[in-house]
């Protein structure tokens, strides 16, 4: 998998305090990538676009009932 055209962002649940976070790369037609801050040269996970949005809105829904 080609990553150099990828447009790396902090996750907007992340936290800013050094913590637990992740980086979303969802300019890549047909893919959205996921990676670890704090290890990017670790590993990358590749979701589809519907599935990655699916994954999105459950977590928020579940955050809003906490």
Same mark, same amino acid.
């Given at each position: 998998?080609? #990553? $150099?055209?990828? /447009?790396?962002? $902090?996750?907007?649940? &992340?936290?800013?305090?050094?913590?637990?976070?992740?980086?979303?790369?969802?300019? #890549? +037609?047909? *893919?959205? #990538?996921? @990676?670890? &801050?704090?290890? *990017?040269?670790?590993? $990358?996970? &590749?979701?589809? +676009?519907?599935?990655? /949005?699916?994954?999105?809105? #459950?977590? =928020? *829904? *579940?955050? @809003? =009932?906490?």
């Amino acid at each position: 998998m080609e #990553l $150099t055209e990828a /447009r790396w962002r $902090t996750a907007a649940r &992340s936290s800013n305090n050094g913590g637990n976070c992740v980086e979303v790369a969802d300019n #890549l +037609p047909g *893919r959205v #990538l996921v @990676r670890d &801050s704090k290890d *990017r040269d670790g590993g $990358t996970l &590749s979701f589809a +676009p519907a599935a990655w /949005r699916a994954f999105v809105d #459950l977590a =928020r *829904r *579940r955050d @809003r =009932r906490a």
